[in-house]
């Protein structure tokens, strides 16, 4: 019978051949997934016999891998801020720049919020993010799709969330019908090159609404800041994660709309990734 170390290693091979950017890390989530144990106890137990029944459980989680599934969406959850979200092929699987602009939200905003919006929700993290930090708040998060709403309220609900989030069905600002003190929002944004460039992780397997609005990759950001003093209170603030090449485009764009200011901010690589909206008096 192989072992715990044998595994691994054998699956860190198949991994290289498939081309998957960290082999030996995922082998070592994906055995520790089948054996319900964290990673670091792997490493206690490397001559532990892996019997027939747990080889059948890991081999189709391979097999995924290896066709390059992520492996957030084959362990069924990922991490973000200091909670676990359920994710699956419905929603995009929550970024790390998501969390540094949250961090920006947070830095920026006193504790102050009465209402706040996630637009683009997917699978809720912005949204839940909002309603643990600003307990006080109304929260209100809305998608395009019905079927990331479900997922979203799923994980709402898991975090002991459900009665402090609204979600609504809506494109963009269509069904909102109230202001807010604060908006949010990772919209879709690459462009058309964009996204015949990206890994297959993400051109393959993660909703194609949740990477691009369009061929320029700018249209959901445009809506988004157009409509920004609209739905904003006064003394209000819009948040956006954005590309990184996006910055001269979008601050060109924010030119036509005289009543607003829009600023760039760059996150801990030093790439301008989120713009801040405030309405100008
Ligand atoms: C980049 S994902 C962000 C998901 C999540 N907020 C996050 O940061 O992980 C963009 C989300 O916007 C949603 N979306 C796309 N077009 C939309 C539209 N017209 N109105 C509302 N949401 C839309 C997608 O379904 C997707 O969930």
């Given at each position: 019978m192989e072992t715990v170390l044998e595994i691994l290693k054998k699956t860190e091979t198949f991994f290289k051949k498939y081309g998957v950017e960290t082999p030996r890390l995922d082998a070592e989530h994906l055995v520790a997934h089948v054996l319900d144990c964290n990673r670091m106890q792997l490493y206690l137990d490397f001559e532990r016999p892996l019997q027939e029944d747990i080889l059948e459980k890991l081999r189709p989680l391979l097999k995924r891998r290896a066709s390059r599934e992520p492996l957030q969406y084959i362990l069924g959850t990922a991490a973000f801020m200091d909670f676990e979200l359920k994710v699956d092929a419905r929603c995009l699987i929550p970024r790390p720049e998501t969390e540094e602009l949250l961090e920006l939200v947070f830095e920026e905003t006193d504790g102050n919020i009465g209402s706040c919006i996630d637009l683009g929700t997917g699978s809720g993290a912005i949204a839940c993010a909002l309603a643990r930090k600003y307990p006080g708040a109304d929260v209100v998060a809305t998608d395009i799709s019905e079927e990331t709403l479900e997922l979203a309220l799923h994980n709402a609900a898991s975090l002991g969330l459900k009665d402090r989030i609204k979600f609504v069905r809506s494109?963009?600002?269509?069904a909102v019908d109230q202001t807010f003190d604060l908006i949010v929002s990772n919209p879709p944004y690459l462009s058309d090159a964009e996204l015949n460039e990206i890994e297959p992780e993400v051109a393959d397997f993660e909703p194609a609404q949740a990477l691009s609005s369009?061929?320029?990759?700018?249209e959901a950001i445009n809506e988004l800041i157009s409509n920004a003093t609209k739905f904003l209170n006064h003394g209000g603030s819009m948040f956006l994660e954005v590309g990184s090449n996006q910055a001269q485009s979008i601050l060109s764009m924010a030119e036509?709309?005289?009543n607003v200011k829009v600023v760039v901010k760059s996150d801990l690589a030093g790439k301008n990734r989120f713009v801040t909206v405030r309405a100008v008096d």
């Open positions: 494109s963009w600002f269509e369009g061929p320029t990759g700018l036509k709309f005289s």
